[in-house]
């Protein structure tokens, strides 16, 4: 997320109420959002709540919502880069969820509170970034010869997955001083997408492979030794 997914609040009370309910998921955490300080800081009575969207519930997923599509359109502009230029878009798409993610964490951690906590992947984010990950993986694909459509998915899992965990649990690799600043956290997802698309490992050439053990001959099988005769009792 980037203040691009802040829809800009006009005149209308239900965008302010929209733009309110972002800023307090991000401010306090989706769990201590409330409708009367979201009403509060839209500057409307707790009423509106109710007469533009019903519920609180309902609300909060707009919030959510309207926010993830931002993040999905700058998002498209990256992923169009990617037949022209794999290695600058893909550093660049993965930069910019990994900064996104560590500027607003709590509203980071909203869009996959249902999932976390419920099991629930029903929600905004889980439905509307799934084809963005199956495009990515076709991209990536197609940016490296040879690579088949089960390798190039792996790739995918492995990069999100880099980003998202380290931005989720920051605090878990603070003793490293690996991502605490701008320069390195540029260099942390090059590498990422680096890894990304390089050439496939090649297989070894048959002259190369190991030869398999040859199995053991029926005629010079070992055969069990023979048992010692018993001593005879006087």
């Given at each position: 997320?980037?203040d691009?997914?802040?829809?800009?609040?006009?005149?209308?009370?239900?965008?302010?109420?929209?733009v309110?309910?972002?800023?307090?998921?991000?401010?306090?955490?989706i769990?201590q959002?409330?409708?009367?300080?979201?009403?509060?800081?839209?500057?409307?009575?707790?009423?509106?709540?109710?007469?533009?969207?019903?519920?609180?519930e309902?609300?909060?997923?707009?919030?959510?919502?309207?926010?993830?599509?931002?993040?999905?359109e700058?998002g498209e502009e990256?992923?169009?880069?990617?037949?022209?230029?794999?290695?600058?878009?893909?550093?660049?798409?993965?930069?910019?969820?990994l900064?996104?993610?560590?500027?607003?964490?709590?509203?980071?951690?909203?869009?996959?509170?249902?999932?976390?906590h419920?099991?629930?992947y029903?929600?905004?984010?889980?439905?509307?970034?799934?084809p963005?990950?199956?495009?990515?993986?076709?991209?990536?694909?197609?940016?490296?010869?040879?690579?088949?459509?089960?390798?190039?998915?792996?790739?995918?899992?492995?990069?999100?997955?880099?980003?998202?965990?380290?931005?989720?649990?920051?605090?878990?690799?603070?003793?490293?001083?690996?991502?605490?600043?701008?320069?390195?956290?540029?260099?942390?997802?090059?590498?990422?997408?680096?890894?990304?698309?390089?050439?496939?490992?090649?297989?070894?050439?048959?002259?190369?492979?190991?030869?398999?053990?040859?199995?053991?001959?029926?005629?010079i099988?070992?055969?069990?030794?023979?048992r010692?005769?018993?001593?005879?009792?006087?």
């Amino acid at each position: 997320m980037n203040d691009r997914d802040r829809p800009t609040a006009a005149d209308d009370p239900r965008q302010r109420l929209v733009v309110a309910a972002i800023e307090q998921i991000e401010q306090h955490g989706i769990g201590q959002a409330t409708v009367r300080k979201i009403a509060a800081a839209a500057g409307v009575n707790i009423a509106a709540v109710n007469y533009y969207f019903r519920s609180k519930e309902a609300l909060l997923a707009a919030a959510l919502e309207g926010s993830i599509r931002h993040m999905l359109e700058d998002g498209e502009e990256l992923l169009a880069r990617m037949p022209g230029d794999p290695m600058d878009a893909l550093s660049g798409l993965l930069g910019y969820y990994l900064e996104g993610c560590l500027r607003f964490p709590n509203l980071s951690r909203a869009h996959l509170h249902d999932a976390y906590h419920a099991d629930d992947y029903s929600g905004p984010f889980p439905v509307l970034f799934a084809p963005v990950i199956g495009r990515l993986r076709d991209l990536v694909q197609a940016a490296v010869p040879g690579l088949d459509q089960r390798a190039a998915a792996h790739r995918v899992v492995a990069a999100l997955s880099a980003v998202f965990f380290p931005a989720f649990f920051a605090g878990l690799y603070q003793g490293l001083g690996a991502l605490g600043s701008p320069a390195d956290r540029l260099a942390y997802v090059r590498e990422l997408a680096r890894q990304t698309l390089a050439p496939p490992a090649l297989a070894p050439s048959p002259a190369l492979a190991p030869s398999p053990a040859p199995a053991p001959s029926p005629d010079i099988t070992p055969s069990p030794a023979p048992r010692g005769r018993r001593p005879k009792r006087g």
